[in-house]
Structures are given as structure tokens and as C-alpha cells.
């Protein structure tokens, strides 16, 4: 079942350029670190390599292309990342599935969707057309994307329509990028807030990433002193491939991979609940791997904990937060659950307990007991790490980040600061206002829990 995955922006380019070269870094991998049977192992690389590429015969070569389509309004971003590929050795994109101009949409949201989207869609659209013939079985689309640009979340909501315009059956699944707290650029709030009401109404699933905790990432665990948006990327392309990279759940004797149906069938079972986040352990610095011994158990006691008290990583971990536990007002203080996916790849994997996962109090009182939790496996190692696992949640994670940039955006709304700068692309106050009222639902939902 291919992944075809649009690339939308800047920072989506660079992305799937790290994605694809950390899928490629995988399957490459020294079958003494993968610790599985070389039968086995043939059988996942080709498994990968039909998800995500297709081998093409370039001057008697076999050279895998990935299965993408490259979109931004500026040319630099998809030239570098075309180059990169070109130059592993290993992987490139194919010819003429790029799309680029010469000038960017200004990070204003409106000129993105309503000036360069209305303009690109239709050759954009052709070439994921091409992209889709080439595969045999479709299993949906990858879209990556940030929030607080102009291209990326304008031209990038666009073409999420267009896509579920053009294919109406198929599964998207949008990723996105959180922009830093602290602001990127004036009006960030405006184009979050305008990009997710947008593909709440078009995509499957939003997984959503915040900037600010994979910052804390790469300097708390991996011990990084200057971080750069690579590094930052890197730590989003691994987080993406644990989840996306092939496992089999045992179902009733059934054996079900983990195509993109199969995960949005179990994770996102009703369309007002569309954000998933991602949590993954270990994580730690390449030059102290040979020195870390990891147990099933313990592993697993600290993901659980960093679902219950929503952390984005293993240390610092707030242990006083239990499930059930509530404050002195009587709300909930933990983080509830509407569907967990468990993806345990590694050595052992079958002596792993994932009961506690499935535990009552983690999950809004109204999930029947069979829809809590979906444990998949690969008994082949990821990422040089022998042990790992990920945790794919709809949950309340990102309500207090969204919560307080609608708060945001609303404040300047209400002054109309810079609202003139979109109205004159072709906004009205009434899209503004349709999308508040779109989010302030998604907020009430998920406050539901």
C-alpha cells in the first residue's frame, strides 16, 4: 500500500527530505544491528521500499525515487533538498514532480491559500495524479506542512481540498509543525489558526509537532549546544518513521500491517477528534547507544507516564500526575485518551506487558474497552536502538497549546490588527470568524475527554 507524500513549503521539504533519508539510513542498517532473520529482513525492505519508493532503472542503476511531490513558492528550499537526495547516493526524488516559483506568500496565510493556491492547484494536482499511477494500490497521502508560514499552511490547506476533492476515498494525513511559543513571525496565531480550522474540515488525521518540544529534545536528551531546524527535523523524521514504518497487529488470527486505514480506522473513530501526537523512547545522543541497556518494563512505564502527565520526553517526567487523579476545582489534571496506537519494535518484543496501556481511567469514560488500545510489532530494530517503541494518541495533548493561541489570534482579531493584510488577498472577517468558531468546538471536544 504506497504513502504518497506532498511536501508543502519550506519546512515540508526539508522534512520529507530527512524522512526519506531516515527510512533509507533504516533499511540500509547492518543486518547484525536489526536482529532479525535475513528472509525476514528482505521481506521488510521490500515492504518499505513499496510504501514509500519505487525502483527505477536510471542508466543500467537500480535508484530508488521516492513517491512525493515537492511544492513551495520559492525555488531554494526544493533545489537544496533535491540536491541532498541526488547526492546520498542512495535515494532521489523524481523529475518534474516539483513545483516552484520565484516568489513566496510574505508568511500571510490568505496570500498562500487565496492568491498561489487557486493559481498552482491544477498543475500541482496533475502532478500528484502522476505520482498516484505509478503506484499499484494507494493506501492515502502524507502531507507535511507548517503552521505559521505562508506557503506551507496556505497553499498547503489548499491543496489538502484539492486532494480530497480529487480523491475522495483515499486516507490524508496532514503533519504539522507548532511554531514556537515565543513567535516566529507577528502573525503565527493568525495562520494556525486558519490552517488547522481548514484541514479539520478536509484531512483525516493532523499530527501535530511543537517546535518547543523538540527543542527540548535535542538539547535535554540528545545533548546538542547549538540546534539548528536539521536537527530539529531530524527528531521529526524519527518520530514519523516509528510510526509509519511496517508492523503487523495479531487480530482475532488475523495478521494487519499498519497501512494508513488500518492506523485511522483504530486512532481516529470520530471526526470531531482528528489531532494525534507522537511519543517515542529512548532517545538519547548516538555516542552513548554502546553504553544503554533498555528492559521492556521500564521502557513502558515511562511512555505510560509521559501520556498521563502529557510530556514530550522521558526526563522530567511530573510522577505526582496519575491517571484518574483531578484538582482542587474538580477537573481533570491528567491527560485523557480517546485511542492509543502501541508500536514496539525490537528485540523481545512478545515479553513486552502493554496492559497498563489499557487501563480504564486512561481513556474518556465512553471508549468501549476494545477501542482503547491497538499494539502493533516489528521485531526488527529502528533507528540503531534495540529496543523502542512509539505511542500514537488522540488525546487532549494539544489543547492547552491550542487553547491559548485561538486566545491569541482572538485578541488581535478583536483590535483587527493586521487583519487588514489579508483581507486585501481575499479574506473576509467572516472567514476569520468561521474559523474561530471551528477550533473553539475542536477545544470543547477535546475538554470532553
Same mark, same amino acid.
Request: glycine share 6%.
Given at each position: ?115 498561489? $493556491?487557486?493559481? &498552482?492547484? @491544477?498543475? !500541482?494536482? +496533475?502532478?500528484? /495524479?502522476? #505520482?498516484?499511477?505509478? *503506484? ?15 506557503? $506551507?499552511?496556505? &497553499?498547503? @490547506?489548499? !491543496?489538502? +481540498?484539492?486532494? /480530497?476533492? #480529487?480523491?475522495?476515498? *483515499? ?20 495562520? @494556525? ?257
Amino acid at each position: 500500500m504506497s504513502v504518497v507524500t506532498v511536501q508543502l513549503g519550506q519546512c515540508g521539504n526539508q522534512i520529507g527530505g530527512q524522512l526519506f533519508s531516515t527510512i533509507i539510513d533504516d533499511i540500509h542498517a547492518k543486518l547484525s544491528s536489526v536482529h532479525v532473520p535475513p528472509n525476514k529482513n528482505k521481506d521488510y525492505m521490500k515492504e518499505v521500499i513499496d510504501r514509500f519508493f519505487i525502483e527505477k532503472d536510471e542508466k543500467g542503476t537500480s535508484v530508488l525515487q521516492a513517491k512525493a511531490v515537492m511544492v513551495d513558492m520559492e525555488p531554494k528550499a526544493i533545489a537544496q533538498t533535491c540536491v541532498e537526495a541526488r547526492r546520498s547516493g542512495t535515494w532521489m526524488y523524481p523529475e518534474k514532480q516539483q513545483f516552484c516559483q520565484k516568489r513566496g506568500s510574505g508568511n500571510n496565510w490568505a496570500h498562500g491559500f487565496c492568491v498561489h $493556491g487557486p493559481r &498552482v492547484q @491544477a498543475d !500541482i494536482m +496533475e502532478m500528484v /495524479r502522476r #505520482e498516484v499511477e505509478k *503506484s499499484d494500490r494507494l493506501a492515502g497521502f502524507l502531507s507535511l506542512m507548517s503552521l505559521a508560514g505562508g506557503t $506551507g499552511s496556505g &497553499v498547503g @490547506a489548499r !491543496i489538502t +481540498e484539492s486532494l /480530497r476533492d #480529487e480523491f475522495p476515498h *483515499s486516507f490524508i494525513v496532514n503533519q504539522v509543525v507548532w511554531p514556537y511559543q515565543t513567535g516566529e513571525v507577528i502573525v503565527q496565531n493568525y495562520n @494556525a489558526v486558519l490552517t488547522l480550522s481548514h484541514l479539520y474540515q478536509t484531512s483525516d488525521a493532523v499530527v501535530v509537532l511543537e517546535n518547543d518540544s523538540l527543542q527540548k529534545i535535542c538539547s535535554q536528551l540528545l545533548n546538542m549546544k547549538k540546534i539548528s531546524f536539521r536537527d530539529i527535523n531530524k527528531v521529526i523524521a524519527h518520530k514519523l518513521a516509528s510510526f509509519l514504518l511496517p508492523a503487523t497487529s495479531e487480530d482475532g488470527g488475523y495478521s494487519n500491517s499498519n497501512d494508513l486505514g488500518f492506523l485511522l480506522q483504530h486512532l481516529v473513530p470520530h471526526p470531531e477528534y482528528k489531532l494525534l501526537s507522537l511519543r517515542n523512547i529512548p532517545q538519547i545522543a548516538e555516542k552513548s547507544m554502546e553504553f544503554s541497556v533498555y528492559q521492556w518494563h521500564g521502557l513502558l512505564k515511562h511512555l505510560r507516564q509521559m501520556l498521563i502527565a502529557n510530556a514530550a520526553m522521558e526526563e522530567g517526567i511530573d510522577w505526582d500526575v496519575q491517571a484518574g487523579s483531578e484538582t482542587p476545582r474538580g477537573t481533570t489534571r491528567y491527560n485523557r485518551s480517546l485511542a492509543n496506537t502501541l508500536i514496539l519494535r525490537g528485540k523481545d518484543i512478545d515479553t513486552a506487558n502493554c496492559a497498563p496501556f489499557s487501563e480504564r481511567k486512561l481513556y474518556a469514560d465512553w471508549v468501549p474497552a476494545d477501542c482503547r488500545l491497538c499494539v502493533m510489532k516489528q521485531p526488527r530494530a529502528f533507528g540503531q536502538y534495540e529496543k523502542s517503541a512509539v505511542l500514537v494518541s488522540n488525546s487532549s495533548s494539544s489543547l492547552g497549546s491550542m487553547d491559548q493561541m485561538v486566545g491569541k489570534a482572538w485578541n488581535m482579531f478583536a483590535s483587527r490588527a493586521y487583519v487588514h493584510q489579508y483581507v486585501k488577498h481575499g479574506l473576509t472577517e467572516e472567514d476569520f470568524l468561521n474559523s474561530f468558531v471551528t477550533l473553539e468546538q475542536v477545544i470543547a471536544s477535546y475538554k470532553n475527554l
